[in-house]
Antibody, heavy 119, light 111 residues
Framework: QVQLQESGPGLVKPSETLSLTCTVS????????WSWIRQPPGKGLEWIGY???????NYNPSLKSRVTISVDTSKRQFSLKLSSVTAADTAVYYC?????????????WGQGTPVTVSS | QSVLTQPPSVSGAPGQRVTISCTGS?????????THWYQQFPGTAPKLLIY???NRPSGVPDRFSGSKSGNSASLAITGLQAEDETDYYC???????????FGGGTKLTVL
C-alpha cells in the first residue's frame, strides 16, 4: 500500500523559505508525478506543482517564481521549497502521487502538515 | 473567483439524488481535459472519488458518478446518506495557465 508522509517545520518567519519533505513508502517512486497541494485555513485547495522522475517539473504560474520541487529517488523523498513567504502562504500542505501529467490527479495523498508563517 | 466554478453549497434529503456542477471554459474542461472529483472531510486529506470524468477508484461506492458535457462536469450522488455530508472539489487542467487547478469547492448538506 502506498503511503506518503509530509515533514518539516510548522512555523516559518516572513521572507524566509518554507521547506517540506514527503517520504514515500510502498510502490515505485519512478514514473509518477509527485505533487504538492496546499489549503489555507477555511479555504479551498491550491495546486502548487509536480515533479516527474528527476528533472521534469510543472508549477502553478502564480507561484512559479518562488517554488522549487525536487526529488531524491534514493531516499524515496521529494521536497518543496517556497521562498519569500508571507502570511498568505499559511496553509496545510499536502503531498500526493499522480499517475499522469496534463490531466493530473492525486490517487494517494499524505495526511497534510500545517505551516504557519509568522514572526 | 476560481477558473473552475462550483456552487458553494448544495443540499438534499436522505435517499435523494444530488448533483454538483463544475463549470469551466474552452481552455480546460471544454478543451477535452479530464475532470476529477475529491471528497474531503474536515481535518483530513482529500480522497479521490472520480478520475478521468467518470471512473471510480476501487472502494468508491457506485452511488457516486461523474459526467461531462461541453465546458462543464458534474458529480452525482444517489441514495444520499448522512455520511456524505462534507466538501467536494473538482479538478482539471487549464491550457491557458499551463497547470492543474481545483474548483472552489462545494459543501454538501444532508437535510
Amino acid at each position: 500500500q502506498v503511503q506518503l508522509q509530509e515533514s518539516g517545520p510548522g512555523l516559518v518567519k516572513p521572507s524566509e523559505t518554507l521547506s517540506l519533505t514527503c517520504t514515500v513508502s510502498g510502490g515505485s517512486i519512478s514514473n509518477y508525478y509527485w505533487s504538492w497541494i496546499r489549503q489555507p485555513p477555511g479555504k479551498g485547495l491550491e495546486w502548487i506543482g509536480y515533479i516527474y522522475n528527476i528533472g521534469s517539473t510543472n508549477y502553478n504560474p502564480s507561484l512559479k517564481s518562488r517554488v522549487t520541487i525536487s526529488v531524491d529517488t534514493s531516499k524515496r523523498q521529494f521536497s518543496l521549497k517556497l521562498s519569500s513567504v508571507t502570511a498568505a502562504d499559511t496553509a496545510v500542505y499536502y503531498c500526493a502521487r499522480g499517475p499522469r501529467s496534463s490531466s493530473w490527479y492525486g490517487d494517494y495523498w499524505g495526511q497534510g502538515t500545517p505551516v504557519t508563517v509568522s514572526s | 473567483q476560481s477558473v473552475l466554478t462550483q456552487p458553494p453549497s448544495v443540499s438534499g434529503a436522505p435517499g435523494q439524488r444530488v448533483t454538483i456542477s463544475c463549470t469551466g471554459s474552452s481552455s480546460n474542461i471544454g478543451a477535452g481535459y479530464d475532470t476529477h472529483w475529491y471528497q474531503q472531510f474536515p481535518g483530513t486529506a482529500p480522497k479521490l472519488l472520480i478520475y478521468g470524468n467518470n471512473n471510480r477508484p476501487s472502494g468508491v461506492p457506485d452511488r457516486f458518478s461523474g459526467s461531462k458535457s461541453g465546458n462543464s462536469a458534474s458529480l452525482a450522488i444517489t441514495g444520499l446518506q448522512a455520511e456524505d455530508e462534507t466538501d467536494y472539489y473538482c479538478q482539471s487542467y487549464d491550457s491557458s495557465l499551463g497547470s492543474s487547478l481545483f474548483g472552489g469547492g462545494t459543501k454538501l448538506t444532508v437535510l
